[in-house]
């Protein structure tokens, strides 16, 4: 799958903006033919079993309330691809920054980002949306550095923006763009640069009032590009609650050419240096990088079995990139060891009530303070007991909630109330009891009990 979508040409969908620019930009019709067309004497050609999917755009940048459209391209044996509307599978991972329709439709909630998924055919494919808060304003807008590109050929710019509000992100779909010199290097209103002519040119972006430029040099293809260097530097771990593993690192382009797009690849345990590319346990993908830039990339390998690992991390395993080194993409072992979970632990951490004879207000605040998610139990409340109540699976009090899950450090807050409460001059001996049907098996058992009197005033 990711050999194949590596061949995708990202396409950045406009969000909001138009076409304008410095100058007036032309379609590159002669250059530019999407890959994804059959001829008319193709129409039936047989493609092969799907392959691969490929999400766009990448990595947007999206206002509050607004929408974008994301697209998924079905990738087949043979290296065709085409948009794909049927069969996907579409997911956020927080819906408080974003949701997602069935269609792909992404629409903006809360300031922060989300991971946008699209699944088809058993394959899938991720970017990050970023959502700007309310009245933030971009502040600066970067191409990348300047590019050499071959004659004939044609790169995709990416604009990133910041905002105001320490957001950044995939601002192309909101820039024009204009070239100095058609007859060097044209451009169209998505980004895409065609190197048309020997000689350099300038590619200016005006973004929502920013404006940056980027130089294009264009050379005959017998010229020889000067070659990137990916190197590995700064692999480590960190383990999370719950026995996660975050790895990260920063990959390096040490060489004086722009690397194409790559993969990075994570390995859990290897005796070496890994040689299998379909092994990695976790992976990412870097889609350029400049002469001496860097980029930060995070990996997550989620509850692996306890015991010691010796991990790697590899980049460009596929060699899609020819680089002046070959040599030095792998970094590795990182030892890890990762040891079985604490337990969780329940209990009661605010537990009071106030009463009279037409009903009774309770609050109840439930805290996981163990080393574990608890998953699902049950929270009782007794409203008047001479005894002390005690959990098993037969347990049942005068009101009852079910909660889900608590991971630790993390609280939970009810408020019940009766129809009824003490006799006037009276009081009762209310208790609330926690995982009353013995569901959690916790690091101490005996916290989960509370009582008090509720008295009238």
Request: some cysteine; glycine content about 10%.
């Amino acid at each position: 799958m990711r050999i194949l979508s590596l061949a995708l040409v990202i396409t950045t969908f406009a969000a909001c903006g138009g076409n304008g620019g410095m100058e007036p930009t032309e379609t590159d019709t002669d250059t530019d033919t999407d890959t994804d067309t059959d001829s008319d004497t193709d129409v039936d050609v047989d493609h092969g079993e799907v392959t691969g999917v490929g999400l766009t755009p990448y990595n947007p940048t999206l206002d509050q309330n607004s929408h974008l459209q994301f697209r998924a391209e079905a990738i087949y044996e043979d290296g065709f691809s085409e948009t794909v509307s049927t069969d996907l599978g579409w997911a956020s991972s927080d819906e408080r920054v974003a949701t997602v329709d069935s269609s792909g439709v992404a629409i903006a909630g809360d300031p922060g980002t989300t991971d946008i998924s699209v699944t088809h055919s058993g394959f899938d494919a991720t970017v990050t949306l970023t959502v700007v808060g309310e009245g933030a304003v971009l502040q600066s807008v970067d191409l990348g550095g300047d590019r050499t590109v071959i004659k004939g050929d044609t790169v995709q710019l990416v604009a990133t923006g910041s905002y105001s509000d320490g957001t950044e992100g995939n601002v192309t779909g909101q820039c024009s763009f204009g070239t100095s010199d058609d007859g060097v290097a044209r451009v169209t209103a998505a980004g895409k640069v065609t190197g048309s002519g020997v000689g350099e040119a300038t590619i200016d972006a005006e973004c929502d009032g920013m404006s940056t430029d980027v130089e294009i040099t264009v050379e005959e293809e017998t010229f020889e590009l000067p070659s990137p260097d990916l190197q590995i530097q700064n692999f480590t771990h960190t383990l999370l609650p719950g026995g996660d593993i975050e790895y990260t690192a920063t990959i390096k382009n040490g060489g004086s050419g722009y690397s194409s797009a790559f993969w990075v690849q994570l390995f859990l345990d290897s005796s070496g240096a890994p040689t299998d590319v379909n092994a990695d346990d976790a992976y990412t993908w870097i889609p350029s990088l400049g002469a001496g830039d860097t980029e930060d990339v995070v990996l997550d390998v989620f509850s692996p079995s306890p015991g010691t690992y010796n991990s790697w991390l590899v980049v460009d395993m596929l060699e899609e990139v020819d680089e002046s080194n070959e040599n030095n993409n792998a970094a590795g072992p990182e030892s890890v060891t990762v040891v079985a979970a604490a337990p969780p632990n329940l209990l009661v951490t605010t537990f009071v009530a106030a009463g009279d004879p037409t009903g009774t207000l309770y609050e109840v605040v439930v805290t996981n303070d163990g080393d574990s998610a608890t998953g699902e139990f049950w929270i009782d409340l007794f409203f008047n007991v001479s005894d002390f109540p005690e959990a098993s699976p037969s347990t049942l009090g005068d009101d009852f909630k079910k909660v889900m899950n608590l991971d630790p450090g993390e609280t939970f807050s009810w408020d019940p109330t009766t129809n009824s409460g003490p006799a006037v001059l009276g009081d009762w001996y209310s208790c609330v009891l926690v995982d009353s049907m013995a569901d959690i098996t916790e690091s101490d058992e005996d916290d989960n009990l509370d009582c008090i009197d509720v008295e009238v005033w």
